[in-house]
C-alpha cells in the first residue's frame, strides 16, 4: 500500500552538506506523520526529526538541532531532510518513515512504514 524509497545519501567531508529526499507512493505524507530516523553500526535507530501532517510541526533531535531541517513537498509526496555543518558522529544509514498516527514520536517502533535507507558518510 505505501512504499518510501530514500535517495541523496553519499560520502561528505566535516562541514559539508547533503539534501536526502524520500518519495512515497500509496497514501501521501500529509495523510500521516512522518520522519528521518538514522542507524549507525552497532547502534540502534534513532530518531532524527518528524514532522505532523496538518500544521507541519517540526521536531529535532538534540543533536542535529540548527544544523539538519525537515520539509515536505505535498504536491510531490517527496519528504526531504537537508543536513548541514556534516559530522563524522552523523555517519549513519538514513531511513525515512511514517505512522498512521498524526503524532511525532521518536521511537521507531511506532512507525508502519520505512524506506530501505540511504547511506550518508562523514568523513573528519
Known amino acids: 500500500q505505501v512504499h518510501l524509497a530514500e535517495s541523496g545519501g553519499g560520502l561528505v567531508q566535516a562541514g559539508g552538506s547533503l539534501r536526502l529526499s524520500c518519495a512515497a507512493s500509496g497514501r501521501t505524507f500529509s495523510m500521516f506523520a512522518s520522519g528521518w530516523f538514522r542507524q549507525a553500526p552497532g547502534k540502534e535507530r534513532e530518531f532524527v526529526s518528524g514532522?505532523?501532517?496538518?500544521?507541519?510541526?517540526?521536531r529535532y533531535a538534540d543533536s542535529v538541532k540548527g544544523r539538519f531541517t525537515i520539509s515536505r513537498d505535498n504536491a510531490k509526496n517527496t519528504l526531504y531532510l537537508q543536513m548541514n555543518n556534516l559530522q563524522p558522529e552523523d555517519t549513519a544509514v538514513y531511513y525515512c518513515?511514517?505512522?498512521?498516527?498524526?503524532?511525532?514520536?521518536?521511537?521507531?517502533?511506532?512507525?508502519?512504514?520505512w524506506g530501505q535507507g540511504t547511506q550518508v558518510t562523514v568523513s573528519p
Open positions: 514532522i505532523t501532517p496538518i500544521t507541519g510541526s517540526t
Open positions: 518513515a511514517a505512522r498512521g498516527d498524526g503524532g511525532i514520536v521518536t521511537l521507531a517502533t511506532f512507525y508502519d512504514y
